[in-house]
């Protein structure tokens, strides 16, 4: 989802829940569609209604990244920390999972834990840089893009490699 399409998404998955509100990939979508237009310290309450619908669903794990990745895009570390912290516990494989929760702890100055956040995830993908990453944002909303800068900082700081 890039930034231009967000907006007309979250009004699309709005209109859907208007004619069914158990849609959980359509809560979820909205809270995405929220962080991708910069609007991160949205970014929970519809992921919260989407895992009360369906906890074992399928993308559970990447909803509850998303939310990880906003809330550390608006500085709140801890809850970032939480939400990684619970997406790992429900798919260990889930590699972002792993570094979001790596910036986190270096937002709370848990240096090793950091590190530790990160050797997991290049374990999952060895080939994951800071470069690969930056190249592929999915918006150009300022705010967004201001979180994504944090993020690669920490992850930066916690050994992720730049290429």
Do not use: Q
């Not at 709140?76 to 986190?104: G, N, Y």
């Amino acid at each position: 989802m890039n930034s231009d399409r967000a907006e007309p998404g979250i009004v699309e998955c709005e209109r859907a829940l208007a004619l069914d509100g158990n849609l959980a990939t359509a809560h979820a979508w909205i809270d995405m569609g929220k962080y991708y237009s910069g609007r991160g310290e949205e970014t929970e309450g519809h992921i919260l209604k989407a895992l009360r619908i369906s906890p074992r669903d399928a993308y559970a794990s990447a909803w509850m990244a998303f939310a990880a990745f906003a809330k550390f895009g608006v500085g709140k570390d801890e809850e970032a920390a939480a939400w990684a912290s619970r997406s790992i516990d429900a798919s260990p494989d889930f590699m972002t999972s792993h570094f979001v929760l790596a910036a986190a702890f270096v937002g709370l100055g848990r240096m090793a834990e950091a590190r530790e956040a990160v050797r997991a995830g290049l374990d999952l993908n060895p080939t994951f840089t800071i470069a690969r990453y930056r190249a592929s944002p999915s918006s150009e909303n300022p705010r967004y893009l201001a979180g994504l800068a944090r993020i690669l900082d920490a992850l930066r700081k916690a050994g992720v490699p730049d290429r």
